[in-house]
Every structure is written in C-alpha cells, then in structure tokens.
C-alpha cells in the first residue's frame, strides 16, 4: 500500500481503501460532521459508521457536503444489534439508508453475532439476517457484505445456510491483541480482516515499548500502531475527530517496520486488554 487510496481487493472484484476513518464513539453533529470532512478532505475515501453509534445522519451530510461524489467513498455502516432476523434486518437497512440519505452501501455487517436479545436464538436469527444481507446484495442495495466481531464458530453457523461467504470480518486488533485463531481462520478463507481500535482506545500510548519504537523509526506511537496493522495484513479504522490526528493517522506510507518490530508489537500481549467474548457481551 503506497497511499491512502490504495486498497484491497474484495472476493467480488470490490476495491476497499487499505485505511478508514472510524466514528465509534463520535458524537453525532457537529463533530462528527466536521471529523468525516476533515478526513476527506485530507484523502480518506473510506468513512466506517453503524447504526449502533448514532451517527449515520452526520457522515451522510458530510459526504454530501465535502464535494466529492458518493461513488469515490467507500461507506460502511452495521446492523444494529436489536433488528437481527430476515424482516427486522430489510426494515433496519432501509432506516440507516435514510439515516445516510445514500441510495446503496458499499458494505454491510453484522455488528455482533450474538447480543443478548437473541441469546437464546442466535443461529437463527443470524441466518435470517444473512438472508436479507444476500438478497439486498442481489439487488445492488450493497456491494459487499461482511461480518464483526465473529468467531470461528459464529462463521461456522452462517456457513450452514448462506450462499455467498462474509467477504469481510471487522474484529478488534490491535498491539497484543491480535485474535490468532480468527486471523488465521479469515486468511485461509479469503475474508478481510479490518480492525477496529488498532490504537487499543488509546491504552497504547502508555505502553514504553512502544515508545521506543516510535523513537527508534522517528513516527508517533499512533503512526507506528496503523503501519503495524497494514504490514499484518489488516485494514485498520483509527478514529479521531481532530484535524491533526487525523492527517497524521494517514501518514503511514513512508517507511516500513522490520518484520522483528512487527512480531514484537503483536507479543505485547494484553497491553491494551483484550476484546470482549461476543458471546457473553450485555447488549
């Protein structure tokens, strides 16, 4: 990857760019408004949202008014956890598609494979879901369609009833987390692994090894964090909504960790926690 418009290639033939802007956490508004500008302004053409964090109406907007036409970015968005099911999931994408005012999404997910309303019945419910993400896909409503936060036993479930694999699985990666068995199982099967929290929310600038490395190659620890996902094969989705991080998150493509360094910031093990189990979270 040589700049931030560069991108993998999806299994259907769809270009992602290598590096998004995440808004996990971005209030909607202003900020989040002004965040998804900045990033656009400055080359982002990736903006990842959900319906989950409430602000599918301020990237939406500023899509509309950066300029650029909607066919230059890519834009993903996730189903909420409360509308899994064949019927809740057409009715939930038709609410984030007027949430955007964007006639198709260039990626959909299933935000977690098993929140607690459907606890008790996840598989099915994830295989209603699946349904309505394949038949909005069909009908070139979305371009690709993925999944987050799924285990290896969440996939094997989907398996057993859809028709066109996850070509996407968007998990939490970063320095010491680095969910092996996932990874492995996503790149034997040619599933995208993007990462979300590659900055460990924050936890990773406490880590001193990580400052000696930001030292060592003169770039910041954020700057080290993104060029480590990229050379691991990840697509990471760094959030920030100030103009400076987020101008310096993309400034990655000018030098190259050694593969020592990389093995190291993947053994720094829990430094920045751990993920949450999918399977017991509380929402």
């Given at each position: 990857?040589?700049?931030?418009?560069?991108?993998?290639?999806?299994?259907?033939?769809?270009?992602?760019?290598?590096?998004?802007?995440?808004?996990?956490?971005?209030?909607?508004?202003?900020?989040?408004?002004?965040?998804?500008?900045?990033?656009?302004?400055?080359?982002?053409?990736?903006?990842?949202?959900?319906?989950?964090?409430?602000?599918?109406?301020?990237?939406?907007?500023?899509?509309?008014?950066?300029?650029?036409?909607?066919?230059?970015?890519?834009?993903?968005?996730?189903?909420?956890?409360?509308?899994?099911?064949?019927?809740?999931?057409?009715?939930?994408?038709?609410?984030?598609?007027?949430?955007?005012?964007?006639?198709?999404?260039?990626?959909?997910?299933?935000?977690?494979?098993?929140?607690?309303?459907?606890?008790?019945?996840?598989?099915?419910?994830?295989?209603?879901?699946?349904?309505?993400?394949?038949?909005?896909?069909?009908?070139?409503?979305?371009?690709?369609?993925?999944?987050?936060?799924?285990?290896?036993?969440?996939?094997?479930?989907?398996?057993?009833?859809?028709?066109?694999?996850?070509?996407?699985?968007?998990?939490?990666?970063?320095?010491?987390?680095?969910?092996?068995?996932?990874?492995?199982?996503?790149?034997?099967?040619?599933?995208?692994?993007?990462?979300?929290?590659?900055?460990?929310?924050?936890?990773?600038?406490?880590?001193?090894?990580?400052q000696a490395l930001?030292?060592?190659?003169?770039?910041?620890?954020?700057?080290?964090?993104?060029?480590?996902?990229?050379?691991?094969?990840?697509?990471?989705?760094?959030?920030?909504?100030?103009?400076?991080?987020?101008?310096?998150?993309?400034?990655?493509?000018?030098?190259?960790?050694?593969?020592?360094?990389?093995?190291a910031i993947a053994?720094?093990?829990?430094?920045?926690?751990y993920s949450a189990?999918?399977?017991?979270?509380?929402?």
């Amino acid at each position: 990857m040589k700049s931030l418009t560069d991108g993998y290639l999806l299994p259907n033939g769809v270009q992602i760019p290598c590096i998004g802007l995440g808004t996990w956490q971005t209030p909607n508004g202003a900020v989040a408004v002004s965040a998804v500008k900045e990033a656009l302004a400055l080359g982002y053409r990736h903006i990842d949202t959900a319906a989950g964090y409430g602000n599918e109406a301020s990237v939406g907007i500023a899509v509309k008014q950066s300029g650029i036409a909607r066919k230059e970015v890519f834009i993903t968005s996730k189903l909420q956890n409360t509308a899994h099911g064949y019927e809740e999931t057409l009715a939930a994408f038709e609410g984030t598609m007027k949430n955007l005012d964007m006639d198709y999404l260039d990626l959909y997910l299933i935000h977690w494979p098993n929140p607690i309303k459907y606890r008790d019945r996840w598989r099915e419910a994830n295989a209603g879901t699946w349904k309505a993400f394949e038949e909005l896909y069909a009908a070139g409503r979305i371009r690709s369609i993925g999944i987050s936060n799924f285990h290896l036993h969440h996939i094997g479930e989907l398996m057993k009833t859809a028709t066109i694999a996850p070509m996407v699985n968007q998990i939490r990666l970063c320095p010491g987390d680095t969910q092996a068995e996932v990874v492995a199982y996503c790149k034997t099967h040619n599933i995208l692994l993007e990462a979300y929290s590659p900055l460990g929310t924050g936890l990773i600038f406490r880590v001193p090894e990580m400052q000696a490395l930001a030292e060592k190659y003169g770039k910041t620890i954020a700057q080290i964090c993104i060029r480590w996902s990229l050379q691991m094969g990840f697509l990471p989705l760094p959030k920030s909504v100030t103009k400076e991080r987020i101008r310096e998150n993309a400034a990655v493509f000018d030098f190259e960790l050694s593969a020592q360094d990389v093995q190291a910031i993947a053994d720094l093990k829990g430094c920045c926690g751990y993920s949450a189990d999918p399977d017991t979270i509380s929402f």
